[in-house]
């Protein structure tokens, strides 16, 4: 049964020091060794659990004026998670495209100010890309292929406004439902994640 955007509130409430600026990528196909070497990323230590991962992110931030982006990393069954607190490459069309060539992508953003993306790329091409908050702006090659989906995960595709904004949360589900993938809170807590930085600058 597909998850809606209710399935993942728990994010914001259990997470709040992530939630508020993230990148979250599944990438099918690559390992963590050989998506950094596609990201051209630096190995660093490993980290336990995502509060000491957003800790680190942030130190590196200011060690490196913003030059260089801690990235947190682990398997999950065929599939790689790349978690960048306060981070967006996932969602850099410029360095998501060239680093998709024979995998599947999978990525969404949110910044502090409520910006977002939703990306979906096929070995290179873009299937699917919209802004969670605004889904009836889409574009790429499949723009409407789960149309039916995202309106059962939540996301508001008529004029209206919601009452209640799910659409970060929704944007979790959609992920979830192209990947097989579930972001649950004892894969975040408990992980020992691989790390590395990489350029974004």
Not at 23 to 37: D, I, N, Q, W, Y
């Amino acid at each position: 049964m597909t998850k809606t955007g209710a399935d993942y509130a728990w994010f914001e409430n259990d997470f709040p020091d992530i939630a508020e600026a993230y990148c979250f990528t599944l990438v099918r196909g690559l390992s963590p060794a050989e998506l950094m070497s596609r990201l051209e990323g630096r190995p660093e230590a490993p980290l336990k659990g995502i509060a000491a991962v957003v800790d680190a992110a942030f130190a590196q931030y200011d060690l490196e004026e913003g030059d260089r982006q801690l990235v947190a990393m682990t398997t999950a069954g065929v599939w790689t998670l790349l978690v960048e607190p306060n981070g967006y490459l996932g969602v850099t069309e410029d360095r998501v495209l060239p680093a998709s060539a024979g995998v599947s992508w999978v990525s969404h953003f949110v910044n502090i100010n409520a910006v977002g993306t939703f990306l979906w790329a096929e070995n290179q091409v873009l299937r699917l890309c919209f802004d969670p908050m605004f889904p009836e702006d889409r574009w790429g090659t499949a723009p409407d292929e789960f149309l039916d989906v995202m309106e059962r995960i939540g996301f508001h595709l008529d004029e209206e406004s919601p009452e209640t904004d799910l659409s970060a949360p929704a944007a979790f589900a959609l992920a979830e439902h192209l990947t097989g993938v579930a972001i649950t809170p004892a894969l975040l807590e408990d992980t020992t994640f691989t790390c590395a930085t990489v350029q974004i600058r």
